[in-house]
């Protein structure tokens, strides 16, 4: 690929050209951004946030105690060391990647503000125009690219989901998704129903529970977590001997990924021990006749679903403490003062926060066309969760639940950059991922396996999702320990990638 090349017939005055346009400038677009710049510099880039600030989900989440559920050495990237404990707040993300921006002066390549609504391919100019609204301005504005890396994440930033329950019309409180939480929130002294189990749950309870009258958990279903302490003792031993900080994380994330691998085999072999493991854990921060069994015990089997780490189990430290409680029933409908449950009870509330997770989409709601179709992702077959049968010259980073999403945004972003580098090799200017002939037969399937995993949030996305088939090649495994392997050592003129 060329750098900056001039302006075609097709272009106007306003349109930019770029060698490669990011969307987003969250973990993912920003060490896209980093990569790029040390791996092939001369590029030249944007990247497109709709955003006012970077962060992405780092940015837009401000309910009260956001922070990570997953550890900082692997979810901060491979190229900068953490310092801090490995749960962290989102201020202090922000603040880590403020400085990735700075240390790699990256903030000239960003243009915030500006909402991509359509993305253009075009066989004959081999190359994509981009049309976004400056959402300060309002402005239209155009841009095209030779290649489109998408970091858009993978759900709907402007709202959460929140299902539709009878009556919800009739509660006179405040209902608030903690996606969309109005920063002027007054909760102190109120009472709040928090609905949900998850990570969001094990938040923000104990975030509000000293202010509040009283929290009440509801949830329909138990989830599992793991409680501990928010220190990494191979990181301060190493501190402590003086072990460079570069040393200190390539070490401590290569344990941190190991331990993981092997919980996750365990809990494929021996699901039941781990389960009570598990449980053991959560056990020891309640009182000896609070019934685990109907709050903490989930029917399914651990890592089917993201388990959340609740430092020093400060949830049940508020739920030992009287200040918090925990409801496992059904919602039959709201009424003016609160949720009646299935089971007849009746729960009153000032403020109900939804913590029932958000909707998933599909390449940041923007309208694809391909010389003039518009694509359907659903009718599209994924090659590694990252390119799509005829779309040319694009890749989603789409992360891992299961180990941290960063892990696969560095990895792309190598695979990425290589891949321009070997186009740039064959003067290639398009590449597209096409099926074989031995795919031919090949039976297409949903996005991800939900014997596999399966929150509800992809559950209710898969039917847009693209297809996956059943060789690894045309699969998002979500197995970071084959991916660390597989993805540096794809054979780029392997017959699945087409080169014109
Ligand atoms: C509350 C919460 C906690 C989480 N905790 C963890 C954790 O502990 N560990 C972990 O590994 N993962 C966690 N995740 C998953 C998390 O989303 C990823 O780790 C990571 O932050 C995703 O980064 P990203 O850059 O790919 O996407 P995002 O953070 O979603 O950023 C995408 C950016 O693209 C922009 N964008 C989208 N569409 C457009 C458009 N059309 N035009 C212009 N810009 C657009 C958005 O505004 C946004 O800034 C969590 C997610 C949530 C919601």
């Known amino acids: 690929m060329t750098t900056a090349a001039a302006p075609s017939r097709t272009e106007s005055k306003t349109t930019e050209h770029f060698d490669v346009l990011i969307v987003g400038a969250g973990i993912s677009g920003v060490g896209g951004a980093y990569h790029l710049t040390t791996q092939r510099p001369g590029t030249s880039f944007v990247v497109l946030e709709g955003l006012d600030g970077f962060g992405g989900t780092w940015w837009m989440h401000r309910y009260p105690g956001i922070r990570s559920d997953s550890d900082l050495h692997t979810s901060g990237y491979r190229f900068k060391p953490w310092v801090g404990p490995p749960i962290a707040t989102a201020e202090e993300i922000l603040a880590y990647m403020g400085e990735v921006i700075e240390e790699n002066d990256l903030a000239q390549h960003i243009r915030y503000n500006h909402r991509i609504t359509n993305a253009r391919w075009s066989n004959e100019d081999k190359r994509w125009t981009i049309e976004a609204t400056q959402t300060d301005t309002g402005e239209p504005r155009r841009f095209t690219a030779n290649f489109l890396w998408m970091c858009q994440g993978y759900y709907r930033h402007a709202e959460g989901y929140t299902p539709e329950w009878p009556g919800m019309a009739d509660f006179e409180g405040e209902i608030i998704h903690p996606q969309t939480w109005p920063e002027d929130l007054d909760y102190r002294g109120k009472r709040v129903i928090v609905i949900g189990s998850g990570a969001t749950t094990a938040t923000v309870v104990p975030a509000i529970a000293a202010d509040v009258e009283h929290v009440t958990v509801l949830q329909r279903s138990p989830t599992y977590f793991i409680p501990g302490r928010n220190r990494n003792d191979l990181a301060e031993t190493l501190r402590e001997l003086d072990v460079d900080e570069t040393w200190i994380h390539e070490i401590v994330r290569r344990k941190i990924l190991h331990d993981q691998a092997l919980f996750t085999k365990r809990c494929l072999e021996e699901p039941e021990k781990v389960k009570r493991e598990l449980l053991d854990g959560v056990r020891q921060y309640l009182p000896d006749d609070f019934d685990m069994e109907t709050h903490f015990s989930p029917t399914y089997r651990p890592w089917r679903q993201r388990i959340a780490f609740v430092p020093e189990g400060d ?149 847009l999702l693209p297809k996956r088939g059943d060789k690894p090649e045309w699969q998002h495994t979500q197995d970071y320990w084959r991916e660390k392997d597989e993805i540096p050592g794809i054979d780029l003129d392997g017959a699945e990638f087409v080169y014109s």
Not at 335 to 357: F, H, M, N, Q, R
Not at 385 to 398: D, E, K, Q, R
Not at 419 to 436: D, F, I, P, T
Request: hydrophobic content about 45%; aromatic content about 10%; glycine content about 8%.
């Open 315 to 463: 949830i049940f430290k508020g739920l030992a403490s009287g200040k918090a409680s925990i409801m496992t029933d059904g919602i039959e409908r709201f009424t003016p003062s609160g949720i009646l449950l299935k089971s007849g009870e009746e729960l009153v509330a000032d403020i109900i926060v939804t913590a029932t997770g958000f909707n998933m989409n599909v390449m940041g709601d923007i309208n694809f066309e391909v010389d003039g179709d518009p694509v359907d992702f659903s009718k599209t077959v994924t090659y590694r969760g990252m390119m799509f049968t005829g779309v040319p010259n694009m890749l989603w980073v789409f992360g891992y639940f299961r180990a941290s999403w960063t892990l696969r945004a560095d990895l792309l972003a190598d695979f990425v950059c290589r891949l321009l580098a070997h186009m740039e090799r064959k003067g290639a200017k398009q590449v597209n991922a096409q099926l074989r002939p031995e795919d031919a037969e090949m039976e297409l399937l949903p996005w991800i396996d939900p014997q596999n995993f399966n929150p509800g949030y992809l559950m209710r996305a898969l039917p």
